[in-house]
């Protein structure tokens, strides 16, 4: 007789856990839903939004930026585990969907927001939900690169051993998916959650005061308040508005990423004594009785669901191999025919709207811009490499400085406009150059998080292996530590870049009231045809910038990401 773990399972009284644990879960979903009930209020185009700037409203504006960015953080992470897997198994797919994912990623959000605020607005007339999907969908383009990148380098990753232990075990594709590649990419995938959120402030925020064609579209939110409050020079505003964003990170990173890190420790490859990541909110779900049944139970029920037998005729594994070759194949053609019209229609509308001196002039722009890029992304890997290895490898120092990374993380860059203007106006400093640092605000911490998640998957073995050969100085560094965190590092590279050009939208052009500084850069070009309605200025600008990152992705850091993948 088989046994049925399912009637294992006994609901046992709640316990005074049971009860803290519903209070603190119902809480916030009554204030998520409170939120959510907000974005379906009747609103007309040009019709001006209050801002009230006080502690009570900020708070409110706050959890509405922060429900836009969960709601686009989940569509993030369905499309991640699709077209991730995808990639990872079928290399057909990977040279169409890696192009894409380089294309994609270089296209301004702020960009994008100029062509789908319009749709967004026809498609639910007379109510704010157009403008709502607008930022939420705004916000999913600067989240989902780099979380597809993370899980892609994951499985591309995974030690052979793994892999042929899954054949012997006769594991079907789901279970493989579930029981081996998502366990496997869980740590790394969560810290690349945890910087797409933190990165997703600045164009959440962006997305909230929106300015078309000498338009101001404003939405309730921590970024119409910072945009009311650059404009009217008010650092009251701003340093509330910064309170208000540290109040809401410290909620989710206390109710939701520490205990999502602490759940991933079940994860490892070793087991050891040595616990990287707690959570007093994931303890207290672990102590109660009614929700851990649930969960026991939910857990057993997922594992019953593998979409088929694991025993299959070869003839129909045959079958089942070419229908899916045919379906890719069909797919690739119809994609390159899609690029091939698509190229064809792009060359006749560049052709009619824009003079050849015009077009050097942006490819100028974007060669400025594409130096300052790939400058910040070197300068900020030479500087957090080592400095996320250290944090990584020690456990006390990982626990207390993530919650603070992640809210240095989180700052926008224009909490630091007054400062900036300040500075460069004081000495006369170079535009141009006294802006990059606010780049490398903004791009270091995809680096940092994944060169931290790098070397926390490095096992005690292999440090005690390094120790007992007397491994030190250089010689750790070029024979352990390299080697291991290397793949989250071109990862951290590639999506800093791609991070870069984006941040760019924002730092190129510093405000603060009256006055405006704006440095050389095809990002400044975008923003020019942006505050002024010129859609061709837009897309010449999109296109000259997703040019620039599809090359140095081609010519770089694909070639090193596929270099570093064989260090398994």
């Not at 369905?78 to 995808?86: E, M, N, P, R, Y």
């Not at 910087?195 to 600045?202: K, L, N, P, R």
């Not at 508005?241 to 990170?249: G, N, R, S, V």
């Not at 007093?280 to 969960?295: E, K, N, P, Y």
Request: charged share 15%; glycine share 4%.
């Amino acid at each position: 007789m088989q046994y049925d773990r399912l009637s294992a399972f006994r609901l046992k009284a709640p316990n005074i856990f049971d009860y803290i644990a519903a209070m603190i879960i119902f809480g916030v979903l009554s204030i998520l839903a409170w939120s959510a009930s907000a974005m379906a209020t009747p609103y007309e185009l040009g019709e001006k939004i209050l801002i009230v700037i006080d502690f009570q409203h900020l708070i409110s504006y706050a959890l509405r930026t922060f429900l836009r960015m969960i709601l686009a953080m989940v569509l993030s992470l369905i499309v991640t585990l699709a077209l991730g897997s995808l990639m990872a198994k079928n290399q057909r797919c990977r040279k169409i969907l890696l192009p894409i994912i380089d294309i994609c990623q270089s296209l301004p959000p702020l960009g994008v927001l100029a062509f789908i605020v319009v749709s967004c607005v026809k498609l639910f007339p007379g109510s704010v939900l157009g403008l709502e999907l607008a930022s939420i969908i705004t916000t999913f383009f600067s989240q989902v690169w780099n979380m597809i990148l993370s899980f892609y380098q994951s499985l591309i990753t995974i030690p052979s051993e793994l892999e042929e232990a899954t054949h012997i075990y006769r594991l079907t594709a789901w279970q493989r998916f579930w029981r081996l590649e998502v366990p496997r990419a869980t740590p790394g995938l969560i810290m690349n959650i945890m910087v797409s959120m933190s990165a997703s402030w600045f164009f959440v925020v962006a997305s909230e005061a929106i300015s078309i064609a000498d338009q101001k579209i404003i939405l309730p939110g921590i970024g119409s308040v910072i945009a009311q409050a650059i404009v009217e020079q008010n650092t009251y505003a701003v340093g509330m508005a910064f309170a208000a964003m540290l109040i809401i990170i410290l909620l989710y990173d206390q109710l939701l990423f520490r205990p999502l890190l602490a759940w991933s420790e079940k994860f490892k490859e070793e087991e050891d004594d040595e616990i990287y990541n707690t959570s007093w909110f994931f303890d207290l779900l672990a102590r109660t009785h009614v929700i851990s049944s649930l969960s026991s139970i939910l857990t057993e029920v997922f594992n019953k669901l593998p979409s088929y037998k694991t025993y299959k005729p070869s003839v129909f594994k045959t079958y089942h191999n070419y229908f899916f070759e045919v379906l890719v194949l069909m797919f690739e053609m119809m994609f390159y025919a899609f690029v091939l019209y698509t190229c064809s229609k792009g060359i006749l509308y560049f052709y009619h709207s824009f003079t050849l001196a015009q077009i050097i002039d942006a490819l100028k722009l974007g060669g400025i811009s594409a130096i300052k890029v790939f400058a910040v992304v070197i300068i900020s890997a030479v500087i957090w490499v080592p400095i996320g290895v250290l944090i990584g490898s020690n456990t006390k120092l990982a626990i207390q400085s993530q919650p603070i990374i992640q809210f240095l993380a989180s700052c926008p860059p224009q909490m630091l406009y007054p400062f900036i203007c300040a500075l460069i106006i004081k000495y006369q400093l170079n535009v141009n150059i006294w802006t990059a640092p606010l780049m490398i605000f903004g791009t270091q911490w995809y680096i940092l998080f994944n060169v931290i998640a790098g070397s926390m998957m490095i096992t005690k073995e292999q440090r005690l292996v390094a120790a007992n050969f007397g491994l030190k100085g250089w010689l750790l560094w070029r024979r352990l530590y390299l080697p291991a965190v290397m793949p989250y590092c071109i990862t951290g590279c590639l999506t800093a870049a791609g991070g870069c050009w984006n941040v760019s939208m924002q730092t190129d052009i510093v405000e603060w009231g009256p006055t405006k500084l704006e440095a050389v850069g095809i990002s400044s070009y975008i923003n020019q045809g942006i505050n002024s309605g010129d859609f061709d200025k837009i897309i010449l600008g999109m296109v000259i910038m997703a040019f620039y990152v599809v090359l140095i992705n081609r010519l770089v850091w694909n070639p090193l990401f596929e270099k570093v993948s064989a260090y398994r």
